[in-house]
Structures are given as structure tokens and as C-alpha cells.
């Protein structure tokens, strides 16, 4: 067992020093990161920070005469990342526990965010009681609270830090990972208006044998789910909620990104891709919707959440993206049109009803989708159980065609 101890020894080395010796005691290997810039060291790391600097393409040395502290936090977050993602694929790093304030945390999760999920990551941090998704993202990284700030040792910062070493002993001896029993793994998206049609999909997929991980479409969720994908966990997925596109073509506040819809597809796995509530774009309250959409068609989903329609020429635009996109797969690739709406009020009669805007939604796909993707037209509602029925056959059909390659 092996855990990668990073902070900056100038600034923090007595605290490093007193985690690195409860962990020795506990059994536990430690290598020390100095991501230290200006001042010596309190005592010789592991990896100094000529090598961090180093493995972020410039030097300590041009880093030092710069005396730019911004410049010097991104090239020691940028080297740490480096540094772990090596020694972790070497198998020397069983788990990373960093020490900082707001440079230490930047440089710490950036080294922890570079690793796959399931690697024991712990931040022990004087920003974890606020806004931390910056630190976060989408990995799975504690953050523990430091209380006083993190200098010296004193009666509260020794508590926090023998709290966090001790965490970090029990999660690297008792590490979870796969297992026999494991069954593989289907991603699926989902959003309250596509939810029938994914429960019942799933349903089906679990009932086939395979264990079914429902990721909320609310950007960090579709964020998460590429993330999950690229570490190379999920063996298909089930994408039939793809909102998070129209939030980022429009200006909506569930983006996940301009990369949506690409970790499958750059992964060659099988994937079954819908058009999942994207006759919505997502605002919070009414007087935070900006001013240049005034006039458009609005539903109040609650009183935090206000949905907008999206138009013919939005759905247009998403329509290209998503063929586009399912084109350029690797792997098998199928894509699946509900010709009678894309979510629980895009129903004949319903607030969001538009057959127009659909319609453009349909027609640019199928005129843009490579001939090498299937396209599945069905004459049903999303949440129609035939169409849930349907989009995890197809799933099923093109898992196990992978697999008897």
C-alpha cells in the first residue's frame, strides 16, 4: 500500500511530516510531493519540485524568476496531474492525500481528478465547507473541512489531520474494486419527464443481467457519466436522455459541455441514443430567465425550475450535433426517434407540444446520420412502454454483438 501525500513543504511541511509519520505508523508507504515554489523545504520529499515543474513542461528555476504565483499554481496542478496519472498506471500510488489551502487545494485535486474512480482521493482543505465543485468535478474526492487554518499544529488542526490519515489507512488496506460477482455495466441517463421510459429500460437490462447506473441529466450527471466512460467501466450505454445538449447549445444551466456524447463514441463502445427531453432548455426561477429569450413558450416545473421550449431552428442545430456526433462513433451505434414527443409534456395537448419543432429535430438527423449508425423510428411516445421496451432491445442486441467479437 502506497499513498501519494502532496502540498507545498515550504508552507506545509510540518503538517505533511506529522500525516506521513501517522501513516508509516499505520502501516501505510507514503511518497511526498513538494509542490512548493519559493521557500526550502522542511525536509526532502519524494518527488521535489524540479520534477513537478518539470512535468509541466517548464522549471522551477523560470517558474521562481517569473514571480507569478497564478502562473506557478497552474504549472504545479498541471505537474502534480502528470505525476499521479504516471505512478498510479505504474501501480506505486494506491491512493492520494493532499493538505492545502487555495493554492494546495487547486494543485491537490488536480492530481486526484487525473486518477480513475475508485481511487481513495481525500482533501483535507480550508475551502471544504464552501463551493467545491471546482475541486470536485465529477470524481470521487473527499474534502475534509480543516477548520483552523492549516498552519501548524495545534489541539484542532492535529484532530483534523490524524482524522485524515487514519481515513486514508483504512480506505488503501480495504480498497474496493471489481469483483467476480460484478455484473458488467450499462450507464443511462434520465430527467423526471423521460423517467418511465428509463425505469422500464432498465428494468429489462437488469433482468438480462446487467447492473444499470442512472445518471440524473443535469449536467454534472452527464459530466459524471462521460467520466465513468473514458475510465473504461461501462460496457454500453443507454443515452436516452440527451438534454444536457440543448441547455449547452442554447444557454440553459444543466450544460454538460460541448464533449456530451463523445466518451462512448471515442471508447467504441455499444450505445442506443435518444432525444430525451430536448424540447427543453433549463432556467431557474422565472426572474432569472435572461432577458433575450422574453416571448418565448415557458413551463414552470417548479417553483426553482422554469423550462423553455426549444424552436425548430434549436432542434435543427441539435438534431445536426447528434448525428454528427453518433457518426463519428467507433463502435456500434444506434439512434432511436419517438415520432410522438421527447418528454412527459411534449404530448399532443401537452405545454410543450410542437410538432414542428420535432419534426425539425427528426429530419435533420435522418438526413445527416452516417449510414453506418442505425436509425429506429418508432411511431410512440418516449415514455411509451413499447419504446422503453424497444431501446433496451436494441441495447441488449448490440452488447451482445460486441461481445461475441
Known amino acids: 500500500m502506497a499513498v501519494l501525500l502532496i502540498g507545498t513543504l515550504d508552507t506545509k511541511g510540518t503538517e505533511l511530516g506529522f500525516v506521513r ?3 508509516g505508523e499505520a502501516g501505510v508507504r507514503t511518497l511526498v510531493m513538494d509542490a512548493g515554489v519559493l521557500g526550502e523545504p522542511a525536509f526532502e520529499p519524494d518527488i521535489d519540485r524540479v520534477q513537478v515543474f518539470a512535468a509541466a513542461a517548464t522549471s522551477w528555476d523560470a517558474v521562481r524568476r517569473g514571480g507569478d504565483r497564478g502562473r506557478a499554481v497552474s504549472a504545479a496542478a498541471q505537474g502534480a496531474a502528470s505525476i499521479a496519472r504516471r505512478l498510479h498506471g505504474e501501480g506505486r500510488v494506491d491512493g492520494v492525500l493532499a493538505i492545502g489551502g487555495s493554492a494546495g487545494t487547486i494543485i491537490g485535486t488536480s492530481a ?3 486518477l480513475p474512480f475508485g481511487v481513495p482521493k481525500l482533501m483535507v482543505s480550508t475551502l471544504a465547507s464552501g463551493q467545491t465543485r471546482p475541486y470536485v468535478g465529477v470524481r470521487d474526492i ?3 473541512y480543516s477548520v483552523v487554518d492549516i498552519a501548524g499544529l ?3 488542526s492535529r484532530t483534523v489531520l490524524t482524522n485524515a490519515a487514519r481515513a486514508m489507512a483504512g480506505m488503501v488496506a480495504a480498497p474496493v474494486g471489481p469483483c467476480a460477482a460484478d455484473l458488467p455495466i450499462v450507464a443511462a441517463t434520465m430527467f423526471g419527464v423521460t423517467t418511465p421510459c428509463v425505469e422500464a429500460s432498465r428494468r429489462d437490462l437488469e433482468a438480462a443481467g446487467y447492473e444499470v447506473l442512472v445518471f440524473h441529466a443535469t449536467g454534472s450527471g452527464g459530466q459524471a457519466m462521460e467520466s465513468l466512460v473514458t475510465d473504461g467501466i461501462v460496457c454500453g450505454v443507454l443515452d436516452i436522455t440527451t438534454t444536457e445538449l440543448a441547455d449547452e447549445l442554447v444557454g440553459g444551466v444543466l450544460s454538460a459541455g460541448p464533449d456530451r456524447l463523445t466518451a462512448a463514441a471515442l471508447q467504441a463502445i455499444p450505445q442506443v441514443i435518444s432525444l430525451g427531453a430536448l424540447d427543453m432548455v433549463n432556467f431557474g426561477p422565472p426572474e432569472t430567465v435572461p432577458e433575450r429569450f422574453r416571448g418565448r413558450r415557458f413551463y414552470a416545473h417548479n417553483p426553482a425550475v422554469t423550462l423553455m421550449r426549444t424552436t425548430p431552428e434549436e432542434n435543427d442545430r441539435l438534431g445536426l450535433e447528434i ?3 453518433a457518426s463519428a462513433a467507433k463502435g456500434p451505434t444506434a ?3 419517438p415520432l410522438r414527443g421527447v418528454s412527459a409534456i411534449d404530448t399532443d395537448g401537452g405545454p410543450f407540444w410542437w410538432p414542428e419543432a420535432d419534426r ?4 435533420r438527423i435522418r438526413g445527416e446520420l452516417s449510414s453506418r449508425v442505425e436509425l429506429i423510428e418508432l411511431d410512440l411516445h418516449i415514455n411509451d412502454p413499447a419504446f422503453a421496451r424497444a431501446a433496451a432491445t436494441k441495447m441488449l442486441e448490440l452488447l451482445r454483438a ?3 467479437r
Open 21 to 23: 509519520d501517522l501513516l
Open 112 to 114: 486526484m481528478r487525473a
Open 142 to 144: 473527499a474534502m475534509l
Open 154 to 156: 495545534n489541539r484542532v
Open 323 to 325: 448525428a454528427q456526433k
Open 335 to 337: 439512434v432511436l426517434l
Open 360 to 363: 425539425a429535430l427528426f429530419e
Open 402 to 404: 460486441a461481445q461475441r
